[in-house]
């Protein structure tokens, strides 16, 4: 699980956010079957040319042998599933169900407050580095990401970074969407769970997840019908 640092200026402003009028929160999501498959996704996703100039780990101390792919159209990675309940506290997501809990997110909401957790699906990439930097790939807040896992698809997007060296962390909404328990505690998946981020999508405001399914069916679509040319 990624352990994550409150600045004072975040604290600050989580603070000031309730004087904040809010923007319109999403609903929870639930998982609704996709109209591409999981095997039509991971298909395109069986070989690998790395765009990473290294490979991540998937948690600390684990083997780093998790390397970031890509093709034409998208960057993926296969690796497991912590759960990341930062960003406006809920009931399920605060500091006291969340031992590493943090009021806050890479990427803010339309209104500036931090990302929900547990009602937007949304995935963590590491933050920049020598080994990888996710924006020279066209990848950015409110990227659109298709989850696989099992035989399921969850739409999300890009919201939060994470350490530079570990991968495979996504929010409460999506892991619950996916079947996954989502105890920030001890839930996640070991493993299984691929991450496809569709190169130069961009859902706006990044909250409105009913804009992600759609673009991210769409996208999923072309992934899944096109060549999968491989290249960064």
Same mark, same amino acid.
């Given at each position: 699980?990624?352990?994550?640092?409150?600045?004072?200026?975040?604290?600050?402003?989580?603070?000031?956010?309730?004087?904040?009028?809010?923007?319109?929160?999403?609903?929870?999501?639930?998982?609704?079957?996709?109209?591409?498959?999981?095997?039509?996704?991971?298909?395109?996703? /069986?070989?690998? $040319?790395?765009?990473?100039?290294?490979?991540?780990?998937?948690?600390?101390?684990?083997?780093?042998?998790?390397?970031?792919?890509?093709? /034409?159209?998208?960057? +993926?990675?296969?690796?497991?599933?912590?759960?990341?309940?930062?960003?406006?506290?809920?009931?399920?997501?605060?500091?006291?169900?969340?031992?590493? +809990?943090?009021?806050?997110?890479?990427?803010?909401?339309?209104?500036? /407050?931090?990302?929900? $957790?547990?009602?937007?699906?949304?995935?963590?990439?590491?933050?920049?580095?020598?080994?990888?930097?996710?924006?020279?790939?066209?990848?950015?807040?409110?990227?659109?990401?298709?989850?696989?896992?099992?035989?399921?698809?969850?739409?999300?997007?890009?919201?939060?970074?994470?350490?530079?060296?570990?991968?495979?962390?996504?929010?409460? $909404?999506?892991?619950?969407?996916?079947?996954?328990?989502?105890?920030?505690?001890?839930?996640?998946?070991?493993?299984?769970?691929?991450?496809?981020?569709?190169?130069?999508?961009?859902?706006?405001?990044?909250?409105?997840?009913?804009?992600?399914?759609?673009?991210?069916?769409?996208?999923?679509? /072309?992934?899944?019908?096109?060549?999968?040319?491989?290249?960064?």
């Amino acid at each position: 699980m990624r352990v994550q640092s409150l600045t004072l200026a975040a604290a600050s402003a989580a603070l000031l956010a309730p004087t904040t009028p809010p923007a319109a929160q999403p609903h929870p999501a639930v998982w609704r079957e996709s109209t591409v498959s999981a095997a039509e996704l991971l298909a395109k996703v /069986r070989d690998c $040319a790395p765009v990473s100039r290294g490979r991540y780990r998937s948690d600390n101390g684990a083997p780093a042998d998790i390397p970031v792919c890509g093709t /034409r159209d998208a960057v +993926f990675w296969k690796a497991d599933m912590d759960i990341d309940c930062d960003g406006r506290p809920g009931p399920r997501c605060n500091s006291s169900t969340d031992p590493y +809990f943090a009021a806050s997110t890479a990427y803010a909401q339309s209104d500036g /407050r931090p990302l929900s $957790a547990e009602r937007l699906p949304f995935i963590v990439v590491p933050a920049p580095s020598s080994l990888w930097d996710y924006r020279d790939h066209g990848v950015g807040g409110g990227s659109v990401v298709a989850v696989v896992y099992r035989d399921r698809v969850q739409y999300a997007v890009v919201g939060d970074t994470g350490p530079q060296g570990i991968i495979g962390e996504a929010s409460y $909404a999506t892991a619950k969407a996916l079947g996954i328990r989502a105890d920030p505690r001890g839930g996640g998946a070991p493993s299984g769970v691929t991450y496809i981020v569709f190169k130069n999508t961009k859902v706006s405001p990044i909250e409105d997840h009913a804009a992600a399914v759609t673009e991210g069916e769409r996208m999923a679509r /072309r992934f899944a019908d096109g060549s999968g040319a491989i290249g960064s």
